[in-house]
C-alpha cells in the first residue's frame, strides 16, 4: 500500500535562516506531489506541484523553492525565511480519480 | 487563488443533527471532491463527484452538484463529536491541479 513520509513535525526558525521540508511517498511511481501551505485557520494555498523528475510547476511568487530530485522525493526549500512563512506545511500525492492523499504536516514558525 | 468558496464559515450543531456546507467555485470543473482535516493534521479525501453526477452517497455523507450554479453541497446526517472537523472542498480543471476552498469548521455537540 502507499504511504506518504513528511518530517519534521514542527520546527522553529529564525528570521534568515534557510529551510529544507522533505517529503517522501512509498509503494507508488511517478506519482504526482505537491506542497500547500495553511495559514492558521485558513483553507490551503497551492504552492507547487510537480508531475516528475526536475518537473515543478510554482503557482505563486514566494520566497520558496520545491524541487524533485528523485520520483517519489518531494523538497520545500528556501535559502531565508520570512516572518510570512510561517505556517502549516502540507505535502500530498495524487491517487488514482484525482484524489490527493496528505502527509501529516509541518507545523512551521518563523520568529 | 483560491477557487472554492465554503458557506458557513463555522456550523455547531447538536449530535443526531444533520450539518449542510456549501461550495461555490468560479470556473468549470472535471470533478469536485471534499475533504475532512482533525485539527493539525493532514486532509483525509471524503468523496468525489464528476461534474456529471448530480449527487453521490457514501455512508452518512451526501454530496450533490449543481453545476449551473457552480456549487456543491456535503450533508452529513446523524452527526456525532467525533464528526468534528474542518471540512474543505476541492475543485479539479484541466490541469493536475486541485484548488482548495477556504473551509467550514463543524463543531459538533454531545
Known amino acids: 500500500s502507499q504511504t506518504i513520509h513528511q518530517w519534521p513535525a514542527t520546527l522553529v526558525q529564525p528570521v534568515g535562516s534557510p529551510l529544507s521540508l522533505e517529503c517522501t511517498v512509498e509503494?507508488?511511481?511517478?506519482?504526482?506531489l505537491y506542497w500547500y501551505r495553511q495559514a492558521a485557520g485558513r483553507g490551503l494555498q497551492l504552492l507547487f506541484y510537480?508531475?516528475?523528475?526536475?518537473?515543478i510547476s510554482s503557482e505563486v511568487p514566494q520566497n520558496l523553492s520545491a524541487s524533485r530530485p528523485q520520483d517519489r522525493q518531494f523538497i520545500l526549500s528556501s535559502k531565508k525565511l520570512l516572518l510570512s512563512d510561517s505556517g502549516f506545511y502540507l505535502c500530498?500525492?495524487?491517487?488514482?480519480?484525482?484524489?490527493?492523499?496528505f502527509g501529516s504536516g509541518t507545523q512551521l514558525s518563523v520568529l | 487563488s483560491q477557487q472554492g468558496e465554503e458557506d458557513p464559515q463555522a456550523l455547531s450543531i447538536q449530535e443526531g443533527e444533520n450539518a449542510t456546507m456549501n461550495c461555490s467555485y468560479k470556473?468549470?470543473?472535471?470533478?469536485l471532491q471534499w475533504y475532512r482535516q482533525n485539527s493539525g493534521r493532514g486532509l483525509v479525501h471524503l468523496i468525489l463527484?464528476?461534474?456529471?453526477?448530480r449527487e453521490k452517497h457514501s455512508g452518512r455523507l451526501r454530496v450533490t452538484l449543481d453545476t449551473s450554479k457552480k456549487s456543491s453541497s456535503l450533508l452529513i446526517t446523524a452527526s456525532r463529536a467525533a464528526d468534528t472537523a474542518s471540512y474543505f472542498c476541492?475543485?479539479?480543471?484541466?490541469?493536475?491541479?486541485?484548488?482548495f476552498g477556504t473551509g467550514t469548521r463543524l463543531q459538533v455537540f454531545p
Open positions: 500530498a500525492w495524487q491517487g488514482a480519480h484525482e484524489k490527493l492523499f
Open positions: 509503494g507508488t511511481s511517478n506519482p504526482n
Open positions: 510537480s508531475v516528475g523528475i526536475g518537473q
Open positions: 470556473t468549470s470543473i472535471n470533478n
Open positions: 463527484i464528476r461534474s456529471n453526477e
Open positions: 476541492a475543485t479539479s480543471h484541466n490541469t493536475d491541479k486541485l484548488i
